[in-house]
Each structure stands twice: as structure tokens, then as C-alpha cells.
């Protein structure tokens, strides 16, 4: 089915000096009244019925909008009358709005907007960036449109001297609503788009918004909830809305919606019967009420419902409906069969503003194409050849002409956003250039003093600079020594870890080496995954720790046990670590402290909090430093154990980047006899 529910939910609600219908967010107007007093009028009198005129016609019969604007903008010249001015260029540029002449449009708006904001005009200059955002949306800018809303929206917000706001609670929600409806377009934030739709239906009850409104919100948010794939709650609501009194025409209309929604639920879930019911009575009612547009709508998708089903009879009867339908909107140049009914709203769109004219072209082509294209594979699964090929040529035919209304469109919305970039550029470079003629004016006036001030300028930001520069490539430097000295530390590890693994394959344990080589490949996983930050989160690190720790049980069965406690007022998941640094302590208490001691060691690792800093303490109970000393330069004479003095050189390192110091203390311990009882590592590492 064609994508018919973007005019149907698009909130964007353009405010306009008046109309000749009354609009949500619109002032109207009688036109025959104001013709009827123009000719007595002079001065600015004058010019505000004309200015009244010209948005009155602004919507649809663009040449008599266009002449009253004109003329109110040079009376108001002639008279300089400012507002007169501001709001004749306003009219315009909803002219060219609603007749699709979108770059023309933001040049109006443009030089509205200066005059406004001149005149302090805050509601005004806050309702015109909204404009200007309005108009970027139907030119396909989105990011335009997402800065000017969010323009308008601080606009509205801002503060009096009274304490009251610059908007209404009517102004606000209508930017969040076309604020939320773009995230939508973009597909940036469905989710986000029902909830400002839930907070419109909530603001508008509190703040009686009236009960066309409210259906009409209730209704969006079941469209929301469709397509947030919750087709439950996309019913729950689309059925509130049919509870709401036919109190207004428009209401009475827009109920159909969620009638057709409800049938195209039904449909999705391939219950055809149920969908053919709702459409039936949404292609009964606007029929019969003259909304040639939507009774197209339903009857084409009554008659593809059919067709799904293999009825091809009534499948035929309600596509060849659907064509007169569409026939008679041709021949009309309208979607209504009685001019009176383009003062009702019945898609959503219309309750705020009037659509663009080019985009309801588009509409009504985009059914004829669908519908030409229906029938042509209707009757080419009849087998009707003579109908197959006439409706294959009306397809491509309208296929044809909607493309070309396309291309036209995008063309304009191309050259739109062209004109847009260039306009903006150009009043940056204008404010550049004044900027740059105040400056010489005041050089003339103070040159001796600005020289000197630029000079000492200059020099202070030229020092500031090089400091920064220095500071940079200082830490930069301390990063990537960080960085070495781990990766020295690393090899160390791994040299000893793959000796063992080689001699357990050449005494041909296969059970241990595969398990610890499991085990290796997961504690290497990890070293790699942390090998490029510079802090990772505790509870990675004691993972880490663990791992390597059984890892070394496997080494030395029975030589050693260990335990590991973590104070309950840690949160291992938010406290940050450097990684690896605990591992060399480890290492030594394992390879010096226990390596060569006759009966079973014992390691404890602890974490503990200490005047805001984390303390963390590895004690063993194994030979000593001085006893493994002694061992060591027995056993070999050539060994030099870097993993102390790299580890002590890499926490320099870390605390010159630190305020607060990281400190380490490496005691030995004694036992009542005075003898060695094994050694205790002390760090304490301030929080980061």
C-alpha cells in the first residue's frame, strides 16, 4: 500500500496573521467585511485590512494574496510604517508557502523577521522562526528545520519581566509536536514521537484544548503505537478516539481515520474481513459526505482486500469505483466533491494549516497510480489481456506524471536548500564585513591604544597557545611511555607462561597443557582487550587477577592457595583501575616467595577504602625478599627481574598526570622469631 500516513500525523502547524477558516494556532478573518471597509480607509488603517486581506487569501488564491500584500507593502513605505512592512512581507511568505515556492517564502520570512525583531516584536520573531522551520520541512531540510525549531521553541520560552513566558502553553506544544514529528521523518526517534504525542493529549486536556483536538491526538497515538510494532495498545487507542461526542463537522470527519487505521490493523494480521468492515464504513461516509480523496482511499483498499482473498468480482466492482472516484477529482481539480468541505478538516493535517497545493496534487496521483496498478493485476490474473494492457498504460501514464510532479518538487526543494546555504553565507559574510568597519572606525579613533592592545593580545594568545601545545605533547609523551612499559611487562608474563605450557607438552601431559592453555588464551583475551587503556573497571581487573591466579595453581599444584576480598562499599563496576598493575607483585610472590618453600603459601589480595582513595594490599606468606634473593642468584646468575622496577617506573609515570599521588610500599614481614614471614605490598590509588 502507498505511504499515506505522513500527511495524516504531520503536526506541523504553520501561524499565520489570519485566514479565512478557522484554524487551530490561525486568526480568521471576514474577508467580506474587510473589502467592504477598505475603500474609506487611509495610513496605516489602510494597510493592516490589507495586510489582514492578503493572509485571508493566502492559502489558496495566491494572486489576490499577492496583490494586497504588495500593495500594503508600499503604502507602508510610503508612510514607513514598520510593522505595516514586517507584516506584508510575512503575508508573502506565506503566499509562496502554500504554493510551494518554498526559497521565495524564506526570503519573505527573512526580512520579516528583521523588522520584527527591531521592533521587539518577541511572540512574533519566535512564531516567524517557526515559519521559517515550517517551510524547511516541506523543502525536505531537515537539519534546517531542527535549528529554527529549536530557535522558536527557546523564543517562546524565554522569560518576561513579569515572570511570564514569551509563548502560550498552545505555542509551546505545538513546536514539540513538529519538533517530535521530524525526529519521526528522519526515523531518528518513533519512541520519542509517541510521548510528545502523549504529552500534547495530556497538555490539551489539561488546558481544555477542544474535543476535535483531543480525538485527533488520541487517534496519532495509536499510529504511534503501530509503529512501534504494539498493535494492541495501537487499537486500545485508536478506539478511544471513536468515543469522543460528534459535537463539530471536522470531528465527525477525522473519526474515519482511525476507522481506516482499525481496518488496516485488521488487514496486516491478514484478517481481511474484519478490514474490509472498517473500510466499508469509511468508503461509505466520506462517499456519500463528498471527501472524494479518502473514499478513494477505502474503496481502492476494499478492493485489494478482495483481491488477496481471490473475489475478484468485488474486487473489479471497488477498483473500477475507486477510478470514477478518482476521475470525477480530476475533472473537479479538487479533493471534494462540494467547495464548502475545504473548511473541514479530515486528514489531521488540516485541523492546524492548509496543505500546500503541490502536495495534494501529489496525493491524488499517488491513489491514481496505486489504483491503475491494482487493476492492471487484476485483470492480468483474469487473464483479461485487452483490460491488462489498458490499465498498464494508464499506470505508467500516471506513474509518469507523478514522477514529473516529483522531480519538479525535489528540484525545488533542491534549489530551496541551494538559496537557503547561499542567503545564509551571505548574511555571515555581510555581518563579517560590518563588523569588520566598526573595527576600522574605532582603529581610526583609538589606533595607538589598539595596537597596543592587539600586540599584548597577541603575545597572550600566542604564549597560551604554545603552553597548551607543550602540555599536549607532554602527555602525549607520558601516554605513550604508559603504553611501553606495559608492553615490557606483558612479554615478561607471557615468556614464562608459554615455558610452562612447553613443558608440560614435552613431559607429555596433554589434560594439563590443554587446560592451561584454555585458561592462557582467555587471561591473553583480556590482557589485549585492556592493553590499550590507560584505566579499566575493577571488576575486570579481578577477573583478570583470578584468572592468572588459577592459572599459576595449575603451574605449581599444591604449592599455594589465595583468597580475594573486595570491601562491600566498592562498586567494582564503576571504580576505574590501571590494568595489570597488581600482576608483578603476584608474579614474585608466586616465583620468589613460594616457588622454594617446603610447605603450602598463601596469598590475599585485598580492597579497601582509606581517605578517599582505594587501598589495595598483597600479602604472602612466603620465604622473603632477601631469602629469594639469595636463591636466585644461586639458581641463576644472569637473571634480572625487571617487573618490580618497570611497575614502580609506570606509577610515576600515572602520577604525574594526577593531582593526587599514587604511593606504594613493599614491607617484609617477620614473625615472633624475627625470621622472615613473607612480604606485603601496599598501594594506595586515589580515585579517578
Known sequence: MPNRTILFIFLLSVSGTGLTQTYINLKAYNVDSLQLILPAQVGEQRVNTLNQLAAAFSYEEFDSSARYAEEALSLANDINCQEGIASAYRNLGHMNFYRSNYSEALNNFFASLELYENLDRKHTVADLYYDIAATHYFASNYEKVLEYINISLEKFRERLEDGSTVGSVRDTIKVIGALGMTYAMLGMDRQKQLEITLQHLETGKRNNFG????????????????????????????????????????????????????????????????????????????????????????????????????????????????????????????????????????????????????????????????????????????????????????????????????RNRETIEIQTRYESEWKERQIEYLTQENDFNAFKLQQSRYFLFGLIGLVVLIAVLAFIIIRMNKLRDQQNNLLLQQKLFRAQMNPHFLFNTLVSIQNFIISEKPVIAGKYLSKFSKLVRNILDSSFEEYISLEDELGTIENYLELQKIRYPDKFDFSIAVDKSIDPETTSFPPMLLQPFIENSIEHGFKHKESKGNIHISFSLKNSSLLVEVQDDGIGRDKAKELLKMHSMDHKSLATSITEERIQILNKTMKRKISLDILDLKNEKNEPAGTRVVLLIPFK
Not at 482499525?262 to 456519500?288: C, T, V
Not at 483490460?387 to 498498464?392: D, E
Request: net charge negative.
Open 211 to 406: 474535543n476535535t483536538e483531543l480525538m485527533l491526538q488520541t487517534c496519532v497515538a495509536g499510529v504511534d503505537y503501530y509503529y512501534l510494532n504494539e498493535p494492541d495498545s495501537a487499537k486500545v487507542y485508536l478506539k478511544r478516539s471513536l468515543a469522543f461526542p460528534d459535537e463539530t463537522p471536522s470531528l465527525q470527519a477525522l473519526k474515519y481515520r482511525p476507522i481506516w487505521w482499525l481496518g488496516y490493523l485488521h488487514f496486516e494480521e491478514q484478517e481481511y474481513d474484519s478490514a474490509i468492515f472498517y473500510w466499508q464504513k469509511a468508503f461509505e461516509w466520506n462517499n456519500e459526505n463528498g471527501f472524494l480523496y479518502w473514499a478513494t482511499d477505502a474503496c481502492v483498499d476494499i478492493g485489494h482486500a478482495y483481491f488477496l482473498m481471490q473475489d475478484f468480482n468485488n474486487a473489479e466492482k471497488f477498483y473500477l469505483q475507486g477510478e470514477k472516484l478518482f476521475d470525477e477529482m480530476l475533472e473537479r481539480k479538487s479533493q471534494y466533491r462540494y467547495d464548502s468541505l475545504k473548511y473541514v478538516a479530515s486528514s489531521g493535517t488540516d485541523l492546524y494549516l492548509p496543505i500546500p497545493v503541490m502536495r495534494k496534487i501529489e496525493g491524488i496521483w499517488g491513489y491514481g497510480q496505486w489504483m491503475y496498478e491494482m487493476l492492471y493485476e487484476l485483470y492480468d490474473t483474469i487473464n483479461n489481456t485487452s483490460k491488462a494492457l489498458k490499465y498498464h498504460i494508464a499506470y505508467a501514464n500516471a506513474k509518469d506524471s507523478l514522477n514529473e510532479m516529483i
